[in-house]
């Protein structure tokens, strides 16, 4: 299995300010075709998970632009330029190279 | 409009066999390209992919669950359902169902739309 390690695992952040989450994957997520796959999902307490970043960087529809995925080979971020209150969740990597998928371990992102 | 809905028993005894099934409305699941996948989440706990089932009768499961897990398609009725063997206490979870798709040259768009989660309690 490829093991995905997100950090950090909390990630306390004021209104306004930038957060980054890391995931590193124990293999290259690298397809022959150059996308690299990797999804990053939001789950706000309470509800179910749902698709920010899909393929490392494209967003998905209705994602806010503040939101932004990047990386390749076996280390990639997710980025978001100025946090707001809403934003308040658990974020998850996924790959889905290989043909069983996995997720990290999840990043609390909570309001200083 | 994609949506998915998941449904089965709320309360399981151990060892006993679980059924879930996830009904899609807003797409076929004939279509070529289409996926459902299964995901479950213990209380207070990540996510953990559990498989997925392609158009095509493509079928993909955990290793870790692989030998408890069958996941099969019902064109007919717009169904998946997952069925899980010797359920145990640490089986409870919420189980999520979730649309995906891919493309040409393997392009792939994400789980992007998911069910409201069935929660299951294994407990005697």
């Known amino acids: 299995d490829i093991v995905m390690t997100q950090s950090p695992l909390r990630l306390p952040v004021r209104p306004g300010e930038p957060a980054s989450i890391s995931c590193r994957s124990s293999?290259?997520?690298?397809?022959?075709?150059?996308?690299?796959?990797v999804d990053w999902y939001q789950q706000k307490p309470g509800q179910s998970p749902q698709l920010l970043i899909y393929?490392?960087?494209i967003r998905a529809s209705g994602v806010p632009a503040r939101f932004s995925g990047s990386g390749s080979g076996t280390d990639f971020t997710l980025k978001i330029s100025r946090v707001e209150a809403e934003d308040v969740a658990v974020y998850y990597c996924?790959?889905?190279?290989?043909?069983?998928?996995?997720f990290g371990q999840g990043t609390k992102v909570e309001m200083k | 409009q994609i949506t998915l809905r998941e449904s089965g028993p709320t309360l399981i005894k151990p060892r006993q066999t679980l059924t879930l099934t996830c009904s899609c409305s807003?797409?076929?699941?004939?279509?070529?390209?289409?996926?459902v996948g299964w995901i479950r989440q213990p209380p207070g706990k990540g996510l953990e992919w559990v498989g997925l089932?392609?158009?095509?009768?493509?079928?993909r499961y955990s290793p870790s669950l692989k030998s408890r897990v069958t996941i099969t398609r019902d064109p007919s009725k717009n169904q998946v359902v997952l069925r899980m063997t010797n359920m145990d206490p640490v089986d409870t979870a919420t189980y999520f169902c979730?649309?995906?798709?891919?493309?040409?040259?393997?392009?792939?768009?994400?789980?992007?739309?998911w069910g409201l989660g069935a929660t299951v309690t294994v407990s005697s």
């Open positions: 996924m790959q889905a190279l290989q043909p069983t998928w996995t």
């Open positions: 393929l490392t960087s």
């Open positions: 807003g797409f076929s699941l004939s279509t070529a390209g289409v996926g």
């Open positions: 089932v392609y158009w095509d009768d493509d079928v």
């Open positions: 293999q290259s997520l690298l397809h022959r075709n150059g996308y690299n796959y």
């Open positions: 979730a649309h995906n798709r891919v493309g040409y040259n393997f392009y792939y768009y994400g789980l992007d739309v």
